[in-house]
């Protein structure tokens, strides 16, 4: 199986170390990054790869684009692994539309396209007869899209609650087990590398609100977007507030929570006993379905991280190999 | 409730059926049995959710069916949430905030607990909100809901109220 990787952050790095450390038998043909891009049908050597991307910061050519290795490389299924623009969902957009209209398969970890065009480009993929899997863009390692999909095949999805910010819930945690302030909290955050310089993003919420656009849209066909959800942040939350709810056994989270039949799709602070199986500690999410068939499940694990992140995009490009066949 | 009761068939049947005759939800019933006495009566504890001006209906139809009732414990709003607010709680009308609740009739802020750090800074405080059932909580949180929106503050409210 070929593969082509676009993007070389975090995320893009670590899927080419796991293809190269583990015996996959996934071979990588294509890599860009935002200046650079390096094609060989015979296979790019990773160490190499990853060697000259730490000493030059670009992966190849200058003159090889993103594009010319969607179009050029000869891969089955292209790993769309670049930064998210929640905005227009581009350029992901145009790579991820062009890699299927071309019969190809993609795998990718960024949200804007997905929150943007998700049945779009589930049409798309149908009528070339191939697919688009994105495990990546919510949760980080937790296997949820499989579960929705395989595991809890058959039962209704009546509602669903989760952490799905690690950064909120760092800050939460800290501020809880250490009498920090919100301030002190993000700082700490921020060095830890957990928090982006502009870290708006994550403690509005926004990013948890659009995490749950793609489940709910996932789950249950709908077509909501950012603007639909109702969207409080943390960063008014005092640890006065934090010690209130401490006094009472409880704490705070922020929790994303979609339930269509009481027409809610919410990300805010929420007030949860201190053993609610939602309360996870630093940067751990978890999501909690609630089914008809099998009650409540609630899945936990890590949310981000270069290597956890690679484990849910290996995952997807294995499951295309084991329902389409080797792809060779 | 808590009754004494002969300890023979069918008594217990006879001390419950009036409940849901007159439209009551039992809620528990603890049925507690000495194994060491021979005494011939039996101690049940009830608790049920019933309209307010039925009660002493209840109490006379579980009389005449023989049953001695020992003790009648009153709980008009059985079901409680905390809420938080964070905010200028204070300039916006603390009074008002809590009166939008205690005028429903059907849910009363019990408890109100706040910390103010400093005068220019925003204060948090706990509403403990007690009302007659669950679904006139969610009525209650929603009113709050509203006024928080109104005045904006933040409000932190609990998991597990609607679902």
Redesign the interface.
Known sequence: MKVAILGMGSVGKGVASVLSSKDLGVMVTGVADSRSGLIDPDGINIGALLATKRSTGLCGSAGITAMDVVRGAPYDILIEVTPTDAVSGEPALTHIRTALTMGRHVVTSNKGPIVHALHALRSLAASKGTSIRYEATVAGAIPIMHTLADGLAGNEVLALYGVLNGTCNYILTRMAAEGLTYEQALLEAREMGYAEADPTYDVKGIDAAIKLVILANTIWGTSSCLKDVEVRGIDLVTLDALQLAEDQGCTIRLIAEADPSNRILRVSPRILRSRHPLVTEGTLNAITLVTDLAGEITLMGKGAGSVETASAIIGDLLAIRSRYGRCD | MKLEMRDAPGQLVAALKPISDLGGNIIAVIHQRDPGSRSEVLGVQIVLDLPQDRLSDLTDLIRSQGVNILRVNEERLLCTR???M??HLIHTDLGGTVDAIDRTGFAEVTGL?I?M?AIDQ?????FTIRSVNREHMEDAIAILRTVAREKGL?M????GV??
């Open positions: 905390a809420v938080i964070i905010g607990t910390r750090p925003r204060s948090s405080a706990r933040l932190i409210e609990p998991m609607s679902q």
